[in-house]
């Protein structure tokens, strides 16, 4: 369901958008709605690639072999 909203823009603004939407053969409304559904696509994805990335380093990594120990860290 759509639902209308107002927005203020400058006048010279609205008239290079009314050019590129005319070239496009669309109208403001649709590329505005086409641009902010990519944006809101677009951080989507950001935020799951983050909650992965976040979940793999909370869980670790695991490289063999086994810890350390005190004298060796120091060993000189």
Do not use: W
């Not at 107002?6 to 669309?26: C, G, N, P």
């Not at 990335?53 to 350390?68: D, E, I, K, M, W």
């Amino acid at each position: 369901m759509k639902q209308n909203i107002t927005l203020a823009l400058e006048k010279d603004l609205l008239s290079e958008l009314k050019v590129l939407a005319a070239r496009k053969s669309m109208s403001i409304s649709g590329m505005l709605s086409s641009q902010l559904r990519e944006i809101v696509e677009q951080e989507k994805q950001y935020e799951q690639c983050k909650n992965r990335a976040l979940a793999s380093l909370r869980q670790g990594y695991h490289f063999g072999g086994r810890p350390a120990s005190r004298e060796e860290l120091h060993a000189r």
